[in-house]
Nanobody, 127 residues
Framework: QVQLVESGGGLVQAGGSLRLSCAAS?????????MGWFRQAPGKEREFVAGITWNAANIYYTDSVKGRFTISRENAKNTVYLQMNNLKPEDTAVYYC???????????????????WGQGTQVTVTS
């Protein structure tokens, strides 16, 4: 079974930066095609943040983070990163990484299309 482990969360002031990392481990048969980040704040639904296909040909961001967040990956390590700059209090949430291996192409922004999920890492941004 594939496991995903996030790291890099923490508490920062508004305007600060954090870099999240997520590494996949376990028995992986075939290539993980897409990796992404989702987040969930208290009292709110889980929302898509960013996604990236295996060759980085397609990258997706939700509108609220465009120009501030950057997603990247190192395929040899099965690792995805999320560089978060100019953080705002509304970015406060638990951030989850996800990996898609069997989901259909074109569903990169849909949570149900992902096959594996991490445990989440807390990001807190103070005013």
């Amino acid at each position: 079974q594939v496991q995903l482990v996030e790291s890099g969360g923490g508490l920062v002031q508004a305007g600060g930066s954090l870099r999240l990392s997520c590494a996949a481990s376990g028995r992986i048969f075939g290539t993980i095609l897409t990796m992404g980040w989702f987040r969930q704040a208290p009292g709110k639904e889980r929302e898509f943040v960013a996604g990236i296909t295996w060759n980085a040909a397609n990258i997706y961001y939700t509108d609220s983070v465009k120009g501030r967040f950057t997603i990247s990956r190192e395929n040899a390590k099965n690792t995805v990163y999320l560089q978060m700059n100019n953080l705002k209090p509304e970015d406060t949430a638990v951030y989850y990484c996800a990996a898609m291996q069997f989901g259909p192409a074109g569903s990169e922004t849909t949570a149900n299309a992902y096959d594996y999920w991490g445990q989440g890492t807390q990001v807190t941004v103070t005013s």
